[in-house]
Nanobody
Framework: QVQLVESGGGLVQVGDSLRLSCAAS?????MGWFRQAPGKERELVAS????????YYAASVLGRFTISRDNDKNTVYLQMNSLKPEDTAVYYC?????????????WGQGTQVSVSS
């Protein structure tokens, strides 16, 4: 129903920055960024509620990553600074349809972020 199109990602060095983008085809309640590294569980990195702007960050990225929204473009961004090798993963954009949604309803296809040491 709602399609999410991700862009960004790439191969960078330790300490570099990247900005991921996720454009949604329709409005949702909230958007989040997940990541999954080989052999590891998928984890929620950051999320934002569209109406209020309330954000959440995983402890591992707090102070380094910033999630933001652009209403005109219906797009959410993940600014990643001071990247570390442990940030290497496939990053997935996801969305919750409504405030009553207890899980993420829509998912992007993922974008690879690789941080070399």
């Amino acid at each position: 129903q709602v399609q999410l199109v991700e862009s960004g990602g790439g191969l960078v060095q330790v300490g570099d920055s990247l900005r991921l983008s996720c454009a949604a085809s329709g409005r949702t309640f909230s958007m989040g960024w997940f990541r999954q590294a080989p052999g590891k569980e998928r984890e929620l990195v950051a999320s934002i509620i569209w109406s209020s702007g309330r954000t959440y960050y995983a402890a591992s990225v707090l102070g380094r990553f910033t999630i933001s929204r652009d209403n005109d473009k219906n797009t959410v961004y993940l600014q990643m600074n001071s990247l570390k090798p442990e940030d290497t993963a496939v990053y997935y954009c996801a969305a919750r349809a409504t405030s009553f949604s207890q899980q993420y309803d829509y998912w992007g296809q993922g974008t690879q972020v690789s941080v070399s040491s």
